[in-house]
């Protein structure tokens, strides 16, 4: 049971590169989301999907881009990597469509901005 | 859009002594999450309730949901070093577009002193 699966788990990145945190679970599950985790700050969503083709932004999807081609896999983009974005991301996905039920999250992968 | 408030950001409690965490939302909730985060892992459903005033135990943890729905309360009775970690409570708000999306608590981090 591989649940959900982000890759990497560590990333150092210099400000202004790009990269793509990779999220993909294998529980057909139809909602997928991306939360950031700052010391003190909680889990502050930044993008979900409610199904292939279908993104909304969170709270926080300044810097960020989302795409859902396929029901397993819903990547996170940063375009321009800065040193706020520095965090823990996590992946999180549920069973239910038009409402969150139970969040299976990911392992976290940690992002370094220098 | 919608805040969760939860209190107190930190508690540290001799092992054997009880532990509750607070949540409060801004506007009413249709249902409320609870989760467990161990140190440097990742967040873990513990339960979900939904009705007016309901209260539901696992083991030594009770959740309650307030009457009006805007708060809810996590207690451990006995404290073990296994309870270690961060609860978050969560609850959904609605998009523009009709889709729910889970918004954390700040989160309660719970030390044990043996």
């Known amino acids: 049971n591989a649940g959900v699966t982000q890759t990497p788990k560590f990333q150092v990145l210099k400000t202004g590169q790009s990269m793509t945190l990779q999220c993909a679970q294998d529980m057909n599950h139809e909602y997928m989301s991306w939360y950031r985790q700052d010391p003190g700050m909680g889990l502050r969503l930044i993008h979900y999907?409610?199904?292939?083709?279908?993104?909304d932004q969170g709270e926080v999807p300044n810097g960020y881009n989302v795409s859902r081609s396929t029901t397993e896999d819903f990547p996170l983009r940063l375009l321009s990597a800065a040193p706020s974005q520095t965090s823990v991301y996590f992946c999180a996905s549920s069973s239910y469509r038009r409402s969150t039920g139970e969040l299976f999250f990911g392992e976290g992968s940690r992002l370094t901005v220098l | 859009g919608q805040q969760v408030m939860q209190i107190p950001q930190y508690q540290h409690v001799q092992e054997g002594e009880d532990f509750t965490t607070y949540c409060n939302s801004s506007t009413t909730l249709s249902n409320i999450q609870w989760y467990k985060q161990r140190p440097g892992g990742h967040p873990v459903f513990l339960i979900q309730?939904?009705?007016?005033?309901e209260v539901k135990k696992q083991k030594r943890l009770t959740f309650q949901f307030g009457e009006a729905k805007k708060n809810s309360s996590l207690h451990i009775t006995a404290t073990q070093t296994t309870d270690v970690g961060t609860y978050f409570c969560?609850?959904?708000?609605?998009?523009?577009?009709?889709?729910?999306?889970?918004?954390f608590g700040t989160g309660t981090r719970l030390t044990i002193i043996p």
């Open positions: 999907s409610v199904g292939a083709g279908i993104t």
């Open positions: 309730l939904v009705k007016s005033g």
């Open positions: 969560a609850g959904p708000w609605w998009s523009n577009f009709g889709n729910e999306k889970l918004t």
